[in-house]
Nanobody, 123 residues
């Protein structure tokens, strides 16, 4: 089993920045993918970006150039640095993990999930 515990989030004005963290514990994998999703009120959970254990990242178009996913090593949390935030970035953000280095943007492909954290971008 893998446990993902998220921290960060909150209320920020448009143009501001926030950093989310996702700490993993329990079972470890040599090759894996960790992703961030978000869910706005009344909408489905959507893919934000992915980080693979080989060090690569990929982002959905709406956050490219503004969001950065990073992880220094397997003992440190996964981070989502969010800059130039917009009201449409508002939602509950979730981190997720799956075994294997796959390009997976659908929620069904992830086995482990964080508890979610609220991000509100508003003036």
């Amino acid at each position: 089993q893998v446990q993902l515990v998220q921290s960060g989030g909150g209320l920020v004005q448009p143009g501001g920045s926030l950093r989310l963290s996702c700490a993993a514990s329990g079972r470890t994998f040599s090759n894996y993918a960790m992703a961030w999703f978000r869910q706005a009120p009344g909408k489905e959970r959507e893919f934000v970006g992915i980080w693979w254990s080989i060090g690569n990242t990929y982002y959905t178009d709406s956050v490219k150039g503004r969001f950065t996913i990073s992880r220094d090593n397997a003992k440190n949390p996964l981070y989502l640095q969010m800059n130039s935030l917009k009201p449409e970035d508002t939602g509950v953000y979730y981190c997720a993990l799956r075994q294997g280095v796959f390009f997976a943007v659908d929620t069904q492909h992830y086995d482990y999930w964080g508890q979610g954290t609220q991000v509100t971008v508003s003036s």
